[in-house]
């Protein structure tokens, strides 16, 4: 009884000694210890000693069937020091020492150990099942209570046994059809939140929404207003009939006034909270502004509809190639979690493109070649470009640049060319008129500089060869098939040829020179250079 008082003086060690029975579904050996409680959770009233467990371990296989007796022993205590058993005070019956030793600490479950376990075994089986609501309960909570109405309406009031019959059964069934509300209501969010439904799966879903949950929503909707007006209609009549009932049958109610210290649960229906949660649940009576829980199924029913409408926009974007890749990153991440450190590194590098590094692809100065042995803390520093470190590419963002228009520039070179060939064409005309009397006239710029030029092409031309103890020129001519002109060189010994221009004069020792106008045609407006022996001209010879 001190510990009683002890939790009643200090709520939080009740809170936490409860809790405490959930610890062995988190702790290291929790599949070893979930087979012990379900032993125990197959007996009622049964306390079991570790020979009696080790045998129901072996007969169901498992991970409990490995268990040694010592280990087994370790696993019982801790879970009596966890609330889940308890020590059993049944006297031990052995014929010999042995015996008595193996069967002196005997184990029975506990009430909060039962319920745990057997919380935890419905999770295990199916939480993340789809549950169907019980739809067809809803129809006979709104009968039970239009006869719980009549009975309360009849004269002499209710007959105890029969309101408490209807009374019982009437919450039984609404506890039913809540509990498969909020575990599909809770599926439906769970699903809903995925945002990796192929084209099956959405198409699965909506049909669930649209057929099933409006069902739901449409039944709940049409039997609400009549639940609550029975609701209405029996309410003032509660205090008195909940009171008969208690006189007509008092239940294990009556341990509650035998042992104020012990807490009595009663059935459903026998207190008056309960029918405040059953009217809470159908209409908004509190006033606290959360409304009734047949609103917030609507609210539930329209955000389910909003999370439909944005998977279906999530797809028909993915038709543009904005897809989810939730299924392919948990592929990857199972992958992950099951290989070795060295496979680990290469799914990386298969996965993301992470090699190593090994440089940034950006060229360094040229003049200043570095080792590759030199380290890059303490090598030279290579300009960035501010693109390529800001954004990570060198690819020019914003419009492209408009084509230079070089227009202007090409007239200006073709009038510069237009103006150097027709410069050519007067000296090639002025040589023509020189010739044979160069040391009379005086050439101009243009004209002196075409003449060298053609002088120094037929010299380049020339063959020179021995003849009668004499060096003889042959070939020494050169023309210009777009000026029309030709010159003709050989070797005179003692002669000397003057040529006077502005910018000075030329003396050729031994050699005459003739121009004339060229007959060779031009091929594709080059000039063409005649190779040959040069005969003697027609034109009067220069002499100095």
């Not at 294990?252 to 229906?269: K, N």
């Not at 649940?281 to 917030?296: N, P």
């Amino acid at each position: 009884m001190e510990g009683n008082e002890s939790y009643e003086e200090d709520p939080g060690a009740e809170a936490w000694r409860r809790l405490s029975a959930y610890a062995y579904l988190s702790a290291p050996e929790r599949l070893e210890h979930l087979a012990v409680m379900r032993v125990f959770c197959g007996t009622l009233l049964a306390d079991l000693a570790v020979p009696d467990v080790l045998a129901k371990l072996r007969q169901l296989g498992g991970p409990g069937a490995a268990l040694d007796a010592e280990t087994l022993t370790a696993r019982l205590e801790q879970l009596v020091r966890w609330g889940n058993l308890l020590r059993s005070t049944h006297a031990v019956r052995a014929t010999t020492i042995a015996e008595y030793q193996r069967s002196r600490s005997r184990y029975q479950l506990s009430k909060l150990g039962e319920r745990v376990q057997r919380d935890a075994d419905e999770v295990l089986s199916g939480a993340d099942a789809a549950r169907e609501v019980s739809s067809e309960l809803l129809a006979l909570v709104d009968r039970g209570l239009s006869e719980i109405a009549a009975l309360v309406a009849a004269p002499g009031g209710a007959n105890p046994q029969q309101a408490l019959e209807r009374i019982s059964t009437l919450f039984v069934q609404f506890a039913e059809f809540a509990e498969s509300v909020r575990d599909f209501y809770a599926y439906l969010g769970q699903v809903l939140a995925r945002y990796d439904l192929d084209g099956s799966e959405y198409q699965g879903f909506k049909e669930l929404l649209l057929d099933y949950v409006e069902a739901i929503t449409e039944d709940v909707s049409f039997r609400a207003p009549r639940i609550a007006a029975h609701l209405d209609a029996v309410w003032p009549h509660l205090p008195v009939l909940l009171a008969r009932i208690d006189a007509h049958t008092a239940g294990i109610g009556a341990l509650a006034d035998a042992l104020p210290e012990t807490r009595v649960q009663r059935s459903r229906g026998r207190d008056l909270v309960d029918w405040e949660g059953l009217r809470d649940w159908f209409a908004d009576t509190g006033g606290h502004g959360h409304g009734s829980q047949v609103d917030q199924l609507r609210d539930a029913t329209l955000r389910a509809l909003q999370s439909l409408l944005a998977n279906a926009k999530r797809m028909l974007r993915s038709a543009s190639g904005e897809m989810s890749r939730r299924k392919d990153l948990l592929r990857l991440a199972a992958w992950f979690d099951t290989a070795e450190p060295e496979e680990a590194h290469d799914i990386a590098v298969a996965a993301f493109g992470l090699y190593g590094a090994r440089h940034l692809g950006v060229a360094p100065d040229p003049d200043r070649p570095v080792p590759a042995y030199v380290s890059w803390w303490t090598g030279p520093v290579v300009d960035v470009p501010v693109a390529l470190r800001e954004r990570g590419s060198r690819a020019p963002r914003g419009r492209s640049a408009a084509a230079e228009d070089h227009a202007e520039q090409k007239h200006r070179l073709m009038e510069q060319a237009r103006e150097e060939t027709e410069a050519r064409r007067a000296a090639a005309d002025e040589l023509r008129s020189a010739s044979g009397r160069f040391d009379q006239v005086r050439l101009g710029a243009a004209a002196m500089r075409l003449l060298l030029e053609l002088l120094t092409s037929a010299l380049g031309n020339a063959q020179l060869h021995m003849d009668t103890g004499d060096f003889l020129l042959e070939g020494a001519q050169a023309a210009d098939a777009d000026l029309g002109i030709r010159l003709t060189a050989w070797r005179t010994p003692g002669r000397h040829t003057l040529l006077r221009s502005v910018d000075g004069d030329l003396t050729a020792d031994d050699l005459t020179l003739a121009v004339e106008r060229a007959s060779t045609p031009a091929v594709g407006g080059a000039s063409v250079l005649a190779v040959g022996n040069a005969p003697a001209p027609d034109t009067e010879e220069a002499s100095a």
